[in-house]
């Protein structure tokens, strides 16, 4: 499996970014996701999606960040508005291996594969 971001870049307070992650390879599973991650700090779950496009969102990205997919399930995004400094990040298009009925539990474990994250920067 291959994940390949790209969307991410440069923006102010306020404003608005569209990551994207292109999925190629034979892939079984059914959830796919995005974490994000600051130097020094842990790499942390920003949202996913699941079967019957189920969702989780993180608590700092509700109301601010959408995720979804099209329909063919290989292509991931995440709309992100109203982005703050806090926001900056390295962002990794992710995705776990085994089918699962719910997202929630899936995420409760790391991911099997990663992407090569695209860098978003939001300055004051």
């Known amino acids: 499996v291959q994940l390949v971001e790209s969307g991410g870049g440069s923006v102010q307070t306020g404003g608005s970014l569209r990551l994207s992650c292109v999925r190629s390879?034979?892939?079984?599973?059914?959830?796919m996701g995005w974490y994000r991650q600051v130097p020094g700090r842990e790499r942390e779950l920003v949202a996913a999606?699941?079967?019957?496009?189920?969702?989780y969102v993180a608590e700092f990205a509700k109301g601010r960040f959408t995720i979804s997919r099209d329909s063919s399930g290989n292509t991931l995004y995440l709309q992100m508005d109203s982005l703050e400094p806090e926001d900056t990040a390295t962002y990794y298009c992710?995705?776990?291996?085994?089918?699962?009925?719910?997202?929630?539990?899936?995420?409760?474990?790391?991911?099997?594969?990663w992407g090569q994250g695209t860098q978003v920067t939001v300055s004051s």
């Open positions: 999606i699941g079967r019957r496009d189920s969702v």
């Open positions: 992710a995705a776990w291996s085994e089918y699962s009925d719910y997202v929630t539990t899936s995420i409760e474990s790391q991911s099997d594969y």
């Open positions: 390879g034979f892939f079984s599973g059914n959830v």
